[in-house]
């Protein structure tokens, strides 16, 4: 809980750094590590998963997008799940907003879901988006998403962020990159124990070109031209990223 604390200290002062002019991009994010039911796959979530849209459509009154991603390259040592539901919205109220209006209605794709899944306890948490992607998002549309737990290094901090994140679009936009990264506070319903500050998502279009940013890395490390990293990032995990709705504000 103390670790929670600190981060959601330190991502407060990111926001009190920032002029009053910066353009600063926060939703609200929730998430859902899940196994599959015995007997189930993921054609049963999809079919789930495309009733609970439906039901959006006629009872959500924010906009609400989600995704389902599935491992590509983690290890089961680390990561017990077949998949993660990541839901998203402009807010954590209208994340909340939405749960209610599920609550309210959605009793009998609840229990639908609760047969096909076996779902760990589900988090809200601070999407912040540092770089926004080239390419619009596309529904029923696949990426890959790089995730990292991040801690910042001893001598730095949020207010630090700012900074470094327009060094590191510089140095992106300069290597081609057209993707974009988050970076996920942990907040309500977040394991207490947590170790990390925040979680860093990175979505590339392909599993070679995720191949090629990691050869690319390698060898800027070696040039030593990479820019100044701020926070150290554990090993990267590698997931699958479908949509499964798409419903953005205007």
Same mark, same amino acid.
């Given at each position: 809980?103390?670790?929670?604390?600190?981060?959601?200290?330190?991502?407060?002062?990111?926001?009190?750094?920032?002029?009053?002019?910066?353009?600063?991009?926060?939703?609200?994010?929730?998430?859902?590590?899940?196994?599959?039911?015995?007997?189930?796959?993921?054609?049963?979530?999809?079919?789930?998963?495309?009733?609970?849209?439906?039901?959006?459509?006629?009872?959500?009154?924010?906009?609400?997008?989600?995704?389902?991603?599935?491992?590509?390259?983690?290890?089961?040592?680390?990561?017990?799940?077949?998949?993660?539901?990541?839901?998203?919205?402009?807010?954590?109220?209208?994340?909340?907003?939405?749960?209610?209006?599920?609550?309210?209605?959605?009793?009998?794709?609840?229990?639908?879901? =609760?047969?096909?899944?076996? /779902?760990?306890?589900?988090? %809200?948490?601070?999407?912040?988006?540092? $770089?926004?992607?080239?390419? @619009?998002?596309?529904?029923?549309?696949?990426?890959?998403?790089?995730?990292?737990?991040?801690?910042?290094?001893?001598?730095?901090?949020?207010?630090?962020?700012?900074?470094?994140?327009?060094?590191?679009?510089?140095?992106?936009?300069?290597?081609?990159?057209?993707?974009?990264?988050?970076?996920?506070?942990?907040?309500?319903?977040?394991?207490?124990?947590?170790?990390?500050?925040?979680?860093?998502?990175?979505?590339?279009?392909?599993?070679?070109?995720?191949?090629?940013?990691?050869?690319?890395?390698?060898?800027?490390?070696?040039?030593?031209?990479?820019? =100044?990293?701020?926070?150290? /990032?554990?090993?990267?995990? %590698?997931?699958?990223?479908?949509?499964? $709705?798409?419903?953005?504000? @205007?």
């Amino acid at each position: 809980m103390k670790k929670i604390f600190i981060s959601l200290t330190i991502f407060l002062s990111l926001i009190s750094a920032l002029n009053a002019d910066d353009h600063l991009e926060i939703g609200g994010m929730a998430a859902l590590q899940c196994q599959f039911a015995d007997g189930k796959d993921m054609d049963d979530v999809m079919k789930v998963l495309d009733e609970w849209s439906e039901y959006g459509d006629d009872n959500f009154s924010e906009p609400f997008s989600a995704w389902v991603m599935t491992p590509v390259y983690m290890s089961n040592a680390d990561f017990d799940l077949d998949f993660v539901f990541l839901g998203f919205a402009d807010s954590l109220a209208s994340v909340g907003k939405a749960e209610d209006e599920f609550r309210s209605g959605g009793q009998k794709i609840a229990e639908k879901w =609760e047969r096909v899944t076996n /779902c760990s306890g589900m988090s %809200l948490n601070l999407n912040y988006e540092a $770089r926004t992607p080239k390419n @619009e998002w596309v529904e029923g549309g696949t990426n890959y998403t790089m995730i990292q737990s991040c801690s910042f290094k001893d001598d730095k901090s949020g207010s630090d962020l700012q900074a470094n994140d327009k060094i590191w679009n510089k140095y992106l936009d300069e290597a081609g990159y057209e993707g974009g990264y988050w970076r996920w506070w942990p907040e309500t319903g977040s394991p207490t124990e947590t170790d990390y500050d925040y979680l860093l998502a990175v979505a590339f279009p392909s599993i070679e070109q995720y191949g090629a940013s990691r050869d690319s890395r390698v060898q800027a490390m070696l040039a030593g031209t990479r820019p =100044e990293e701020i926070s150290d /990032c554990n090993t990267p995990r %590698l997931y699958e990223s479908t949509n499964v $709705r798409l419903r953005l504000a @205007e």
